[in-house]
């Protein structure tokens, strides 16, 4: 019978083929991002409930934060998601992943010491963004410069002045921020 020759060895062989690892490793992936987006978005929208009230919600702002956060959050996850995907696929093309990971180890420090401003900003501009420091239009006196936010994002906000001066400051210089227009 064709059934006495198959073995467990053989069914194995056929299921782990490298075509068949690779797309189970892309298949878990997807299905990894989308769940971490979905978790970003539940713990987020759960975070600001508890912070702040329907009664403070001015223009929907509030539904803006959630956004900002689940972007920046799920981009987050996203990318450690598809770099375990990536190093789970190496192996399947003949690439040895130990001297990757110490390669990696070694430039993540590297790239750490050298981006440290860099990782300030984001920092910081989570922080500006949970604690509502300042919203898109409102006038703000930020690193001693004064005007409208014209954009913003976890790296830098862009401020336009009276003068019509686009003035773009990083977020991890922002030591001191006035929010003008809520004293209003």
């Known amino acids: 019978m064709i059934l006495e020759n198959i073995t467990a060895t053989k069914i194995l062989e056929v299921l782990l083929t490298p075509s068949l690892r690779i797309v189970l490793v892309v298949v878990i992936a997807i299905v990894a991002n989308k769940f971490a987006f979905i978790m970003v978005k539940k713990i987020t929208e759960q975070f600001l409930k508890k912070r702040v009230t329907d009664d403070l919600d001015i223009n929907g702002t509030n539904e803006k934060r959630i956004e900002t956060l689940k972007k920046a959050f799920g981009s987050i996850f996203s990318t450690l998601i598809w770099i375990l995907a990536v190093l789970t696929l190496l192996p399947v093309f003949g690439i040895n992943i130990a001297p990757v990971l110490a390669g990696l180890g070694v430039g993540g ?3 750490g010491l050298a981006a440290q401003t860099m990782i300030k900003d984001y920092i910081s501009g989570i922080f500006i963004l949970l604690e509502d420091q300042y919203r898109v239009g409102e006038k703000v006196e ?8 014209e954009d913003f994002n976890l790296r830098r906000t862009v401020l336009r002045t009276q003068e019509n ?5 990083p977020n991890s210089s922002i030591v001191i921020s006035s929010n003008l227009k809520q004293q209003e």
């Open 109 to 111: 420090l590297a790239l």
């Open 142 to 149: 930020l690193a001693g410069k004064k005007g409208i936010v």
């Open 165 to 169: 001066a686009v003035i773009y400051i």
